[in-house]
């Protein structure tokens, strides 16, 4: 059977300055009694363990949700730098692409330009590097990572410049293709040719100018390469006649027409009709005389035609 316990607490008579109390245990079941002698600071010490404990209590629960909170808060920022560290091999390997990119690029700019005779362009240039300034205030990765950007967009501003000036080279190479004499000036066949000949007039021995393409009268005549008409006259040896001004130091004559179709100024392409065949001036019969210039200097036509005539 269990016991009914009654603890009354009385404070006992002054002792030792009232630092001391007295606690009475009354059992139901006997008279005899027990007391307690409890100095003040005791159960000041008992309050406060129990306050604190109590206190513990009621602040567990928030103290358990900051915990659950920042453990949610650690599982996220492991994440995060996982994804990161993933970011970064990616972004690793795809400037390592870029890299490989640009050197494939620089091989072919390198090939094209050799082969258009351009040379030092700023992508071959010898290869410099080292620590950019005020990089010790970054990260050393951080620092990796804008030094290889750094290195890259130099080599692909290099690229840049050479790649203007390979065009620029390139577009210079079309119009000297465009102003090279290189196609027949008329359907035929050769008669005579660049140098000494016995003159048909004369009989004599004579240094023939040009070559002349033999065939029936009224043929069209055509520009050879792109030009200007810098000459459309009649002249007593060469009939009527009409010079083309083409760049480059080129100029091409052609002779013996039977009627121009074009007038000095005028902007003609490869291909152009500029004239008829006849045998107008010192002619024998209708044909065209032909006649290149370069810097001045009369030239063979042969070695600038891509067709030969019979």
């Known amino acids: 059977m269990l016991r009914k316990l009654r603890i009354k607490l009385a404070r006992s008579r002054p002792r030792r300055n009232g630092r001391f109390y007295t606690v009475l245990i009354l059992p139901h079941a006997r008279s005899r009694f027990r007391k307690l002698h409890l100095s003040r600071a005791f159960v000041f010490c008992c309050v406060v363990i129990l306050a604190l404990t109590a206190a513990a209590g009621l602040y567990s629960p928030h103290l358990l949700f900051r ?78 990572l804008d030094d290889e950007l750094g290195a890259l967009k130099s080599r692909a501003e ?22 090279t004499p290189s196609l027949m000036p008329v359907e035929g066949w050769f008669s005579h040719g660049f140098g000494w000949r016995k003159d048909p007039f004369t009989g004599e021995r004579q240094f023939h100018r040009g070559i002349d393409v033999v065939t029936d009268a009224g043929k069209p005549v ?36 039977s009627e121009i179709l074009v007038r000095p100024g005028q902007r003609v392409r490869r291909g152009d009709v500029i004239g008829r065949v006849g045998s107008t001036g010192r002619s024998t019969g209708p044909h065209v005389h032909y006649e290149v210039f370069r810097d001045g200097r009369r030239v063979n036509p042969w070695k600038y035609l891509d067709q030969r005539g019979r």
């Open 67 to 144: 915990v659950h909170t920042q453990e949610a808060a650690l599982e996220e920022l492991v994440r995060q730098n996982q994804d990161l560290r993933n970011e970064k091999d990616r972004f690793e390997r795809t400037l390592a692409e870029i890299a490989g990119q640009l050197d494939d690029f620089q091989s072919r700019s390198g090939r094209i330009a050799s082969a258009l005779g351009v040379e030092d362009l700023p992508s071959s240039r010898p290869a410099a590097g080292g620590p950019g300034a005020g990089i010790e205030g970054r990260g050393p990765r951080r620092s990796l």
């Open 158 to 179: 290099g690229l840049d410049e050479s790649m203007d000036e390979i065009v620029v080279a390139f577009e210079e190479r079309i119009r000297l293709l465009a102003s």
């Open 222 to 257: 055509v520009a050879t390469a792109d030009g200007v008409i810098s000459k459309a006259v009649r002249m007593p040896d060469y009939g009527k006649m009409i010079d083309i001004s083409h760049g480059f130091g080129f100029v091409t004559r052609y002779g013996h027409m």
